[in-house]
């Protein structure tokens, strides 16, 4: 069964420092998301992509944040200058979309745990 | 208000019963609905979605939608010891934003 890869599963870095997460989605999926999740917390939505662009995305993703398909499988997520409270499980997730017989349902991969020192 | 409430937990039930979860939304305008589960230190696993008005059933699970009071809900029949976990209502708004709630934790005890 397809499945959302994500690598690293744990990320430690220091404050200040960039970090990019990787994401690999379902392969004919259209969409793909990344959320956050603070130990303890609830799931948090930060940003959707779309036909190579933000589709939409969360007052959390400011402009630290940006995201990236460099290529037709991988889908990154890079914090520019990390700060402590950024430390959390980050998830990536994809679903087909909206087209004729697709739906949204969303697929979450195993997620990044990154801790920021 | 929440964008995204859930019945506060924790639910505890005996193995075999019925366990309900609900939760309510706060943009009318949604209109697709979601139910994951979490086990802790994993990922969300979807197991039911709801579009329409109604009912939906899969399995053991039957997810609920009522738009007009804007509550959807999730039943676990003969609930089981390995259902135990967090369950997450998601609402997915449109350009692809989805809002989750802060999931009702359920322990189903043997």
């Known amino acids: 069964e397809p499945e959302v890869t994500q690598t690293p599963s744990h990320q430690v870095t220091q404050m200040g420092q960039e970090v990019i997460l990787r994401c690999v989605p379902i392969?004919?999926?259209?969409?793909f998301y990344w959320y956050r999740q603070i130990l303890g917390q609830k799931v948090e939505f930060l940003v959707s992509f779309y036909n190579n662009e933000i589709s939409e995305k969360s007052e959390i993703f400011d402009d630290q944040f940006s995201v990236e398909r460099p290529d037709g499988s991988n889908f990154t997520l890079k914090i520019r200058s990390t700060k402590l409270e950024d430390s959390a499980m980050y998830f990536c997730?994809?679903?087909?979309?909206?087209?004729?017989?697709?739906?949204?349902?969303?697929?979450f991969g195993p997620g990044t745990r990154l801790t920021v020192t | 208000q929440k964008e995204v409430e859930q019945n506060s937990g924790p639910l505890s039930v005996p193995e075999g019963a019925i366990a309900s979860l609900n939760c309510t939304y706060s943009d009318r305008g949604s209109q697709s609905f979601f139910w994951y589960r979490q086990y802790s230190g994993k990922s969300p696993e979807l197991i039911m979605s709801i579009y329409s008005n109604g009912d939906k059933e899969d399995g053991r699970f039957t997810a609920q939608l009522n738009k007009a009071s804007q509550y959807v809900s999730l039943l676990i029949r003969d609930s089981q010891p390995s259902d135990s976990a967090t369950y997450l209502c998601?609402?997915?708004?449109?350009?692809?934003?989805?809002?989750f709630g802060d999931g009702t934790t359920l322990t189903v005890k043997p």
């Open positions: 997730a994809s679903s087909a979309g909206g087209l004729a017989g697709a739906t949204y349902e969303q697929y």
């Open positions: 998601a609402v997915y708004h449109n350009a692809g934003k989805s809002t």
């Open positions: 392969s004919n999926h259209l969409y």
